[in-house]
């Protein structure tokens, strides 16, 4: 089967895959604004006969991309859109294309994995928990910002909170101020999906996690689920491998 270039452009940078014959041959991150190309993705991208593209950049950014791509690759990118209904599941939003393609790619993924409800926390440069009726229809969800972002709000817009560490995730008390700032953000990401999770009522989801903090929140969380960190990979093949 012909090798296929993945991959899932973020707000905080890119991830990327190489696929061939259903088997992930390669994979690496790499620095949107970054002047250098890996080498390993230079090599993918040649080696790819098709590229995936799932993008939630602004349209400067995703054209960056697409140029820096097209140095390395004259295969043109096909791009996944969030669309109205996709492999039994149904979009909520008024405007479908107004979600955004990694939500919507999670919870293509997520249905092929899970028959019944589930609900999908994306721990990335935002806190994303979206609920999916074992009916297909997306019932709504919650963006909320990630861990970066509340930590960011205090170190950088408070007085003496400026010039405190960064510490390690932690559900227990800060005993220091980076410490107090990374517990802090830690227990409102944690308390904002067991809410989220109080209000859904019943029958009780699945929970599936994905981002690059998704096992961390799932381990201070407690909880029965699964971690897939490649969940938006997982969807970007169902809706462009019809």
């Not at 004259?74 to 990694?102: F, K, L, T």
């Not at 229809?137 to 950088?156: K, M, V």
């Amino acid at each position: 089967m012909a090798a296929i270039l993945q991959i899932d452009a973020g707000n905080s940078g890119a991830k990327w895959r190489l696929v061939e014959g259903g088997e992930v041959v390669a994979r690496g991150r790499l620095v949107l604004d970054a002047d250098e190309t890996p080498e390993a993705l230079t090599a993918a991208a040649r080696a790819a006969r098709e590229i995936w593209l799932a993008s939630v950049l602004d349209d400067r950014r995703e054209t960056a991309l697409e140029e820096r791509l097209a140095q390395l690759s004259p295969v043109r990118a096909r791009h996944a859109r969030s669309e109205r209904r996709c492999a039994g599941v149904e979009n909520s939003y008024e405007d479908p294309a107004r979600m955004g393609v990694d939500r919507w790619l999670a919870l293509l993924a997520a249905r092929q994995r899970v028959a019944g409800r589930v609900c999908v926390v994306d721990a990335g440069t935002a806190l994303t928990i979206d609920l999916l009726a074992a009916d297909g229809r997306h019932e709504g969800g919650y963006i909320i910002p990630g861990r970066g972002l509340l930590e960011d709000a205090l170190l950088s817009g408070t007085g003496r909170v400026r010039d405190a560490q960064r510490e390690l995730w932690s559900l227990d008390p800060g005993q220091g101020t980076g410490a107090a700032v990374s517990s802090g953000a830690a227990l409102a990401l944690v308390g904002a999906v067991r809410e989220a999770l109080r209000y859904a009522g019943s029958p009780s989801p699945v929970l599936i996690f994905c981002g690059g903090a998704g096992g961390q929140l799932f381990q201070l969380l407690n909880v029965a689920g699964i971690v897939v960190p490649d969940l938006v990979f997982e969807g970007l093949e169902v809706a462009l491998s019809a």
